[in-house]
């Protein structure tokens, strides 16, 4: 293993980067491939599996196991790279002008690369306040993988006093985003020859009517909703964002299926805007429908959810986390992450900090600067210091 923090940073780096962990895929051989390295330096690691045995999350320790300490959360999936124009291979970390290049290397594979990097920092501090590793996956299709592993944590004799989850803040201390809530509607109509549409029912019509009721939501919200100067967008959010059906021109359509999704600022509000849309459409609707055929109809299930981060900005885990970062800002974001997961599942007070820019995220020829991942790896070594005092 090279010995300087910025070689191990990179070697780390492009193992992950080299590891295609789309959430479609097994992230199981990069869980084994970061159990091996914890070994090499006498770590131990707990292996959460989800019930297809595919994908897998890490919980480790460093540190004595009977003492509060601090979390640092980084998920392992990233999102697919099909349909974008990279300028290389994604799946290798590719360096040039003091920049990593490489799917993940942002969002958010740059921030677990460090935090790893740094274990023998770590193991050789002999802490006396413990440092936690939580490795997760699936967080990029709802933030799935974490809740197995914060049920886990939350059986745990001893709570850890805080988090800090390592999305890309460009290392501004984030003390709050919102949530989302995701909704799939699918719209049973009546297919007809297009020359009798009236005997059909249109499915794509009546979606066209919630699409609008959506739209005219979004507006209200906007303009009445509660607005929070901290976030970049400061409210909630609601839109329509994937819209199927039809089959032909001349064919009344029978079926339409309706993506929308809500961000509210709320803790739960996102859901609470969600379901008071479905009301609206089984009351308004579903009986116009059901009116013409009895078997038409529209059946809704729940995509994502998630709710909202919300930590007072006087809290000891955002006092401590401005320490570390060197800076006396914090901010909200638009954008999810599992920090509000650790906080309503296992009452962990969190906090977003990480390296990189979220403009990054999710594009082709994403990359995260070196200078970045360095300040991440000075915050976790201040965390070291901390930790070690007990």
């Known amino acids: 293993m090279p010995s ?55 919980w480790v320790t460093i540190g004595p196991d009977d003492r ?36 993940g290397t942002t969002d958010m ?9 740094m274990v023998p920092e770590m193991v050789e501090a002999k802490l006396a306040t413990p440092i936690h590793l939580a490795i997760s996956y699936d967080e990029e299709i709802g933030c799935v993988g974490v809740r197995p592993m914060l049920g886990e944590v939350a059986k745990k004799k001893t709570k850890p006093l805080g988090a800090f989850i390592g999305e ?28 009798i549409a009236p005997d059909g029912v249109n499915a794509i019509e009546y979606a066209a009517e919630l699409i609008t009721e959506i739209r005219r939501r979004a507006i209200k919200l906007a303009s009445e909703a509660e607005r929070n100067s901290l976030y970049d967008v400061p409210h909630s959010t609601l839109l329509t964002s994937i819209v199927h059906g039809g089959a032909a021109l001349n064919i009344v359509p029978d079926a339409c299926t309706v993506e929308f999704e809500c961000r509210g600022i709320g803790i739960t509000e996102s859901r609470e805007v969600t379901d008071a849309i479905v009301a609206w459409a089984k009351a308004e609707l579903e009986p116009a429908m059901k009116a013409r055929n009895p078997e038409c109809g529209i059946a809704f299930e729940e995509i994502l959810d998630y709710p909202a ?32 997961l650790f906080a309503s ?16 995220a999710h ?15 000075g915050f976790v070594e201040k965390l070291i210091a901390h930790c070690a005092k007990g």
């Open 4 to 58: 300087s923090r910025p070689e191990r940073i990179r070697k780390l780096l492009s193992d992950f980067v080299g590891f295609d962990t789309v959430s479609d895929r097994s992230n199981l051989p990069l869980i084994a491939h970061i159990e091996s390295y914890l070994a090499a330096f006498g770590v131990k690691s707990e292996r959460i599996v989800d019930t297809t045995g595919q994908k897998a999350s890490l």
């Open 68 to 103: 509060p300490g601090y979390v640092l959360s980084g998920h392992t999936d990233v999102v697919p790279v099909v349909g974008q124009e990279w300028s290389h291979d994604p799946f290798r970390l590719i360096e040039r002008d003091g920049k990593l290049y490489g799917r």
């Open 109 to 117: 594979k740059g921030f677990v690369a460090v935090c790893l990097a």
């Open 168 to 195: 890309p803040t460009q290392m501004q201390v984030i003390i709050g985003h919102k949530g989302k809530h995701g909704v799939r509607a699918t719209f049973k109509g009546l297919a007809r020859h297009s020359s």
């Open 309 to 340: 981060l919300d930590t007072e900005a006087d809290a000891p885990i955002v006092t401590l986390a401005k320490s570390l970062a060197g800076r006396n800002d914090h901010a909200k974001v638009a954008f999810g992450t599992e920090a509000s």
């Open 345 to 360: 599942m296992a009452d962990i007070p969190s906090v977003v900090i990480g390296p990189g820019s979220i403009a990054q």
């Open 363 to 377: 594009t082709p020829d994403e990359f995260v600067e070196m200078a970045e991942l360095e300040k991440c790896a």
